[in-house]
């Protein structure tokens, strides 16, 4: 891994650490793309979360969040980076280190943005159950999207 992270070549660095799945390396190869110029290539950015993630490095991701939240206040994002696992990440990376409430407002800009999508495509289970057991979320059992919470709810003027 280190003769290719010297060689710079990105193709060869991400399928070295995907092939050995060692979390060493996915840190190593993490650290690597995060050194890179990610606004010019949004596939180093989409690499950044996957290998910190992979790597089960949340506490190597100060900047990788930062990165996160820049992104999806670009104007025009690159199509190479699928907002939805940007926001999955942020929401794991939110439950991973206790912060539930940024965690499930992170979860409901993504169904406000992607409402059609099924949010599991993008948060693991384990997240979804954590939000749900520790804030009392309801999930719906089919796509796991949130319920609204009575507060949320909007009564209906029924007057004819």
């Known amino acids: 891994m280190k003769a290719l992270l010297k060689s710079g070549d990105t193709d060869k660095i ?25 606004r010019q290539n949004p596939k180093n950015l989409k690499r950044i979360i996957e290998f910190y ?5 949340p506490d190597l991701l100060d900047e990788a969040v930062r990165l996160c939240e820049a992104l999806l206040e ?21 439950c991973q ?17 992607l409402p059609s999508q099924s949010i599991r495509c993008y948060i693991s289970q384990a997240s979804l159950d954590t939000l749900q057991r520790e804030m009392g979320i309801p999930l719906e059992n089919g796509d796991h999207k949130p319920v609204p919470r009575e507060e949320d709810e909007v009564e209906e003027d029924l007057t004819v």
């Open 14 to 38: 991400a399928f070295f650490a995907n092939v050995s799945r060692q979390k060493e390396l996915f840190i190593m190869a993490a650290n690597y793309f995060q050194s890179l110029d990610w």
């Open 53 to 57: 993630t992979k790597g089960k490095a």
């Open 74 to 94: 670009e104007p025009e994002l690159d199509p190479a980076v699928r907002i939805g696992d940007a926001f999955g990440f942020l929401v794991e990376h939110h």
């Open 97 to 113: 280190q206790g912060q539930l409430q940024m965690a499930y407002q992170k979860l409901e800009e993504l169904q406000k943005l």
